[in-house]
């Protein structure tokens, strides 16, 4: 069962390690800060939006009081996806190709090496990697090496579950895949190699985003993560700036849209990768766009 967990961890923190947002109603985007959002609407009861990362760091999971008051009290509790079993088994076995096709017959030589040696640095044998697709070697590479597979986001879910509290997903499964599976082959490869290139940077990576989340910092997380996945030099610059739209921009609209609901009903508690809630195309502008007021508690 936990391999499970660890696949879909991986999958997920490709979504990317995502993170971190006072009050946006200035145009200022350096006063972005915070990750406990408080959303209402004059004559409703108010709901709260979470911004996580998807990680195991102790740190991050453990809930400031306030935060972990505010979701034991909720009325509902929304997640990107929902994380039960089938869920995880469709994440995982996507990850994977069918019948004869491989990795190895994809990637040139030298390509086909670096991936198995980065792989193997993350515990994964040669004869298991090679049935990889390239974008499950993206997304397992953006992950750094996991112990426990209790990221934040998991840890959550369960909580909620143990609480009896109804739980409810923003994206189904397939529609996160697809954001992966609409990539060709051949875009897949190129984005393959952006991210070899910068394996090795991987360690600090990692660190200066859990820094930064736990600062709380939406603006300097946003710069950051945007430098990171649309690097300048990239010879491929509008392959990585869809990506990214699709990654993020596209995939916040849609959650606004179906996070309604529950805003209707009041008191629920919704977390996502706090990369998705900053910025002009961010869930707390779109929110405001609709007339909500969005004021940081945390």
């Not at 996945?229 to 990214?244: G, R, T």
């Not at 606004?256 to 629920?268: F, I, Y």
Request: aromatic share 10%; net charge neutral; no cysteine.
């Amino acid at each position: 069962m936990k391999l499970f967990f660890r696949e879909h961890y991986r999958f997920i923190l490709l979504f990317i390690i995502t993170l971190v947002t006072t009050h946006l109603f200035a145009e200022d985007l350096s006063l972005q800060q915070g990750l406990l959002w408080q959303i209402s609407k004059p004559g409703s009861t108010p709901s709260y939006l979470f911004g996580t990362i998807h990680s195991e760091d102790t740190r991050v999971n453990q809930l400031p009081a306030l935060v972990n008051s505010f979701f034991e009290q909720a009325d509902s509790a929304s997640f990107e996806l929902l994380m039960d079993i089938p869920t995880l088994l469709k994440s995982a076995s996507a990850m994977f190709f069918t019948g004869e096709q491989s990795l190895e017959q994809i990637l040139d030589e030298d390509l086909y090496n670096q991936v198995i040696n980065a792989l193997n640095q993350q515990g994964m044998p040669a004869n298991v990697a090679k049935r990889l697709k390239p974008w499950a070697v993206i997304a397992m590479l953006n992950a750094p090496p996991t112990k426990t597979g209790e990221f934040l986001d998991l840890l959550l879910y369960k909580k909620a579950q143990q609480l009896k509290m109804p739980t409810y997903g923003l994206e189904k499964v397939e529609e996160q895949l697809r954001v992966f599976e609409g990539l060709s082959l051949e875009e897949q490869v190129i984005l393959l190699r952006e991210t070899l290139a910068q394996f090795e940077q991987m360690p600090r990576i990692f660190d200066k985003l859990h820094e930064l989340y736990l600062q709380r910092n939406l603006t300097a997380l946003m710069q950051f993560s945007t430098e990171y996945m649309q690097p300048n030099h990239s010879p491929h610059e509008k392959l990585v700036k869809n990506f990214y739209k699709k990654l993020v921009d596209d995939r916040n609209v849609k959650m606004v849209k179906r996070m309604q609901k529950r805003l209707q009903e009041g008191n629920a508690f919704i977390a996502v990768g706090a990369l998705h809630l900053p910025g002009k195309n961010g869930i707390i502008k779109l929110l405001q766009a609709q007339g909500y007021q969005v004021l940081a508690l945390y």
